[in-house]
């Protein structure tokens, strides 16, 4: 089946950049919707951002005009490029993946909508 795994989590300064990755294995990411969610300490899983095959994309009102999530399909790889960072963002952040499916709706804040999780990588913001 598939893997995901996300690389690009560390500690950085209010106001400061990061980039998380995913790599996915499979023959079909074209046709994936991704997801990125996070995972606070005590807190439960909140969405982040989603891309959807067609590349259209959404947010979380909280991430909005800071974090954009992109895709490259020849690489199998989705992005997540988070400026002004704010010590609120600390979380664990999780990719996720949901394969194309012709009869069902997909909602992108739901993490039941996804088929597949990565392992989740640590980003800190110290204030």
């Known amino acids: 089946q598939v893997q995901l795994v996300e690389s690009g989590g560390g500690l950085v300064q209010a106001g400061g950049s990061l980039r998380l990755s995913c790599a996915a294995s499979?023959?079909?990411?074209?046709?994936?919707?991704m997801g990125w969610f996070r995972q606070a300490p005590g807190k439960g899983r909140e969405f982040v951002a989603a891309i959807r095959w067609s590349a259209s994309t959404e947010y979380a009102d909280s991430v909005k005009g800071r974090f954009t999530i992109s895709r490259d399909n020849g690489k199998n790889m989705v992005y997540l490029q988070m400026n002004s960072l704010k010590p609120e963002d600390t979380a664990v952040y999780y990719c996720?993946?949901?394969?194309?499916?012709?009869?069902?709706?997909?909602?992108?804040?739901?993490?039941?909508?996804?088929?597949?999780w990565g392992q989740g990588t640590q980003v800190t913001v110290s204030s």
């Open positions: 499979g023959r079909a990411f074209s046709s994936y919707s």
């Open positions: 996720a993946a949901r394969g194309l499916k012709y009869s069902s709706t997909f909602y992108p804040q739901s993490d039941r909508a996804y088929d597949y």
